[in-house]
């Protein structure tokens, strides 16, 4: 094993998400809602089940809008000019982003409803 290409990976790695940060807006969107369900979570005093779930959620959205993104460039380079099946991809990807983040309000609200209907009421 190659440990100088193993911790070079991360180099690169670290450049795909920092690249995302600075050019995908909603990445940013994204991590802007993490930050604000981190520090909700924070406030709501969440069991050890529900942080893992909350963090795996968020994660997951990041990969999601990672490898959309990834696919939308891959897409622009096969095809610069416009072709149906290329709209699709990209349309079909972006729907993968969709689906994923209404998944995650929806258990977002399953875990954080009960807590503040308990603070609240």
Known sequence: MNFRKFFKSFSYASKGVIHAIKSEQNFRVHLLAGVVVLLAALATGLSKLE???????????????????SIERVVDIASPDFHELARQAKDL?????????????????????????????
């Open 51 to 69: 942080w893992i779930i909350i963090v795996i959620l968020i994660c997951g959205m990041f990969v999601i809008e990672l490898v959309n993104a």
């Open 93 to 121: 990807a972006a729907g993968a982003c969709l689906v994923y983040a209404i998944c995650t309000v929806i258990v977002g609200l399953i875990i954080f409803i009960p807590k503040w209907w308990g603070i609240l009421y």
